[in-house]
Structure formats: C-alpha cells, structure tokens
C-alpha cells in the first residue's frame, strides 16, 4: 500500500473513477482539466494505491485565515465504493493529519455534505469536532 501526490496526468486520470462517486457531475476531461487549474493554486490530488488499483483519493490545500492561523483543508476526501470499511479511507485521512502537522498547521479542516451521515460517523471517530456551518450562494 502506498499513498502518493497525483501528479502526472496519468496519475490524476486513474483517481477519476475513485472522485466521480464524490464529485459526480464531472466528466474525466474537467476533472483533469480542473486538478490542473487548481494545482497553480496549491491544490494537490492525493491517492492511496493498494495491489495496484486506486482505492482512495484525497484534494486539499494549505491555507491562511485570521480564524484559524494555517490550516491543511480537505477539499474532497472519497474511497472507492467496493473498498468502504476496509480502511483506506482511515489511513488516507491519517497521512493527511500527518502532512499537517508536518507542515505547522494550526488545524486541520474539511467540509462535508449534510446528508453525509455515514462519513460524518467517520470524522466524529477521528475526534472532529462540527465548529460551523457553511453557508453557499449559487451565482451560476
């Protein structure tokens, strides 16, 4: 088992399957296309590769609030349907806290959809606390 940074568009194209069940409104071609755009911005793709098959995949970032000092911010955060509960997801989220800390983060960060129930279990296991709401306008 390996966790690496999606940088190759042949590495960003094999997370694909494992994003859409996330992300599901995106074609294969605007996901690269948009991984790549954000990646000038300080996004990075993070996936975990077990047996030679992408089981997870990770999108985040670092940045820096007045609220929160330098935080790690997990965009997306996903494991592929058929491997749920075998924990990839777990030791992704892990490397993931490890990179924050390794970085001086003041915390670590991520939002998730409200009828998330079964990942919001996840991250109250992971000792999350719910601090906010997030509020969102659609202007398109």
């Not at 079964?118 to 906010?132: K, N, Q």
């Amino acid at each position: 088992m390996k966790i690496a940074l999606a940088e190759t568009e042949a590495d960003i194209a094999r997370c694909y399957p494992v994003m859409v069940e996330l992300r599901p409104h995106l074609s294969a071609t605007e996901f690269a296309t948009r991984v790549r755009k954000q990646q000038t911005t300080g996004f990075r793709l993070a996936y975990l590769e077990e047996d030679g098959e992408i089981r997870a995949v990770a999108g985040f970032r670092y940045l820096e609030t007045l609220a929160w000092g330098k935080i790690l911010y997990v965009d997306d955060l996903v494991a592929a349907p058929a491997q749920r509960s075998r924990g990839h997801g777990g030791k992704l989220f892990d490397w993931l806290v490890a990179q924050a800390k390794q970085n001086n983060c003041d915390e670590f960060h991520l939002d998730s959809g409200v009828q998330r129930f079964g990942a919001h279990r996840f991250y109250l296991t992971r000792r999350m606390d719910i601090i906010c709401h997030h509020f969102a306008l659609k202007l398109k």
